[in-house]
């Protein structure tokens, strides 16, 4: 499938931080940018996506940013808690399936 | 809505042997997805339905691996013969008509030995 390139791989932040996740996508044709959140043994949940007519999307904590020009998109993380740690998945479109990214394990520490 | 059902939730098998896992989606989506995850390959697309018609089987490893969808709640997924290096993660996923509201299964933890 299409590529989709996500860093880093490993992220560690101090509770009351930022986090910020980049990815890239290589298919011009994609027009919807979810991230998905899996907490270890469980499934991937969807918790922000973007679509291609707009650059930001706020809600709450999260927000996504959207470059369609240069092709890459990120996830940023205010105020992190404890309970924020797990793998985080950005993803792109190609068609009627969802291409992802390697994942970014983010650690929150107390 | 019990969400998109797979079973078994963990599967041990020998080298060899033939491996069924089957997905039940969401009521009323009609595309379907199964995907492979590991710790160096991440989620991979192995291949995807759209009213139960496989659209595109390019993620599919080797001929070892074969999906069905004989009707619009029922999709397996096979490896036969079974190789340890298939262990993973066998997630499914279903969605209506497009993208949005893509929700995954609790997933497949299939270990050959």
């Known amino acids: 499938g299409e590529n989709v390139e996500q860093h880093p791989s490993t992220l560690s932040v101090q509770e009351g931080d930022s986090a910020v996740i980049k990815c890239t996508y290589s298919d011009s044709a994609s027009n919807y940018f979810p991230w998905y959140k899996q907490e270890l043994g469980k499934r991937p949940q969807l918790i922000i996506d973007i679509r291609s007519n707009v650059g930001e999307k706020k809600d709450q904590r999260i927000a996504v940013t959207l470059n369609k020009t240069a092709k890459h998109f990120s996830l940023h993380i205010t105020e992190t808690q404890p309970e924020d740690s797990a793998v985080y998945f950005c993803?792109?479109?190609?068609?009627?399936?969802?291409?992802f990214g390697k994942g970014t394990s983010l650690l929150v520490t107390p | 809505d019990a969400g998109v059902i797979q079973s078994p939730r963990h599967e041990v098998t020998e080298m060899g042997q033939e491996v069924t896992l089957r997905c039940k989606p969401i009521?009323?989506?009609?595309?379907l997805f199964w995907y492979r995850q590991t710790m160096m390959r991440g989620l991979e697309l192995l291949i995807y339905f759209n009213n139960n018609v496989p659209i595109d089987d390019s993620g599919m490893p080797e001929d070892r691996f074969s999906a069905k969808m004989p009707n619009a709640s029922f999709s397996t997924l096979k490896i036969q013969p079974s190789e340890p290096r298939d262990s993973a993660v066998y997630f499914c996923?279903?969605?209506?008509?497009?993208?949005?509201?893509?929700?995954f299964g609790s997933g497949t933890r299939l270990t050959v030995v």
């Open positions: 009521s009323g989506h009609n595309s």
């Open positions: 993803a792109a479109n190609s068609g009627y399936a969802l291409n």
């Open positions: 996923a279903s969605s209506l008509r497009t993208v949005f509201g893509y929700t």
